[in-house]
């Protein structure tokens, strides 16, 4: 236990998610929601998903450029500035139409600091406990997630943005300082958005296809908790199951961890299934209540999920005989390029189906799920 949870490196990767995902949870957890709250109509959100997350994808080669210059501690300060704005202008969602080209960009540029979890992870985490270690992230991530989505629910129930606000912008700062505990510069000898592009169309690599096809699991995250309150249509019971539904994860991703370090490709097999299974009940059912507990146990095994997704990305990185950042970038880049064409399709449909766009959602996600696992076990036999 010593490797992975008292090992320096570890703690303070650790703290850094807690403080992380507590400040993120109102972009997050609640960012879709809290949009459609403000007046945005869906097919809206979709586009604006999709231009952030296009931004994101071009300024991500930043992330190595700033990196290599001043540490990766200054990349996630910065990604954290704009993660404030985003976080500001959410809840004063009276100017956010006047301002919707601000917003676009401030959640854009939030993503500069993305590859830090994979390059930090490749980095300082063993092969032999990464599974372990990433149930450790996925708990605190889970732990902060719950809390914070307590405080949210209660700062915007009670409009109480102030002191909300005061305390995301804290926990943001916190991340930074934990972060600078194990900082690093990392190596560049090249121009950094030249080479990631280089590599994005040159390189028949497995890796940017599971990127690419993890688009659809981002979408199902991001929009989930926008279908519930909208079959719920009641915030106060909404934020409720969302919180009962984080802290039962703990349980299953405790267990995941320790699985995958001792047999990750069963563990990618059992995952893959319990998730498509999963998805496919919010396809046939409009009931609330089953709408409320498949949310929780969609909830519970997507943290499953990831743990098991990630490790197997993690491991190809670092097995890679490419640059571990250049990678981690890539991949970055890859999700968010197959991200704004995904959006922009869905945003187009959703013009003309409101809210079934929503199955549309799902059956991707579902497709997505199979095809990971598919070539994840493809590049494993390489």
Known sequence: ??????????????????????????????????????????WLILLIYGLRFGITGLCTPLFITISSKFGIAKCILISNIFSIISAYMMLDGSNLYKSISLFILSMGFMGISNPSSDSISSKYIDKDYRGRVNSFLNI?????????????AWGVISNNNIVLFTIIVIFFYMQY????????????KSNAFKTSIKYIFESKSRYKIIYALRTNHIIERQFVPLYLFIVLKDFSLFSSIIIASLILQIITVTLIGKYSDRNLSKANNIVTVIKAVITSIFL???NKVTISLNKTLSDNFEKVYETSIQTSIQNIIKESKENNELLSAVGQMTLCFTEVIIFIILAIISSFIEEKVFIVIFILSIISTILINSNIKKENLK
């Open 284 to 286: 046939f059912t409009k």
């Open 1 to 42: 236990m010593k490797e992975y949870f008292y090992k320096r490196e570890c703690k303070y990767m650790y703290l850094s998610s807690i403080s992380y995902n507590f400040a993120n949870a109102l972009i997050e957890t609640f960012g879709a929601v809290m949009l459609y709250k403000n007046g945005i109509p869906i």
């Open 140 to 152: 605190t991530k889970i732990v902060s997630q719950a809390i914070a989505s307590f405080l949210v």
């Open 177 to 188: 300082v934990f972060v600078r505990k194990i900082d690093y510069k990392i190596e560049n």
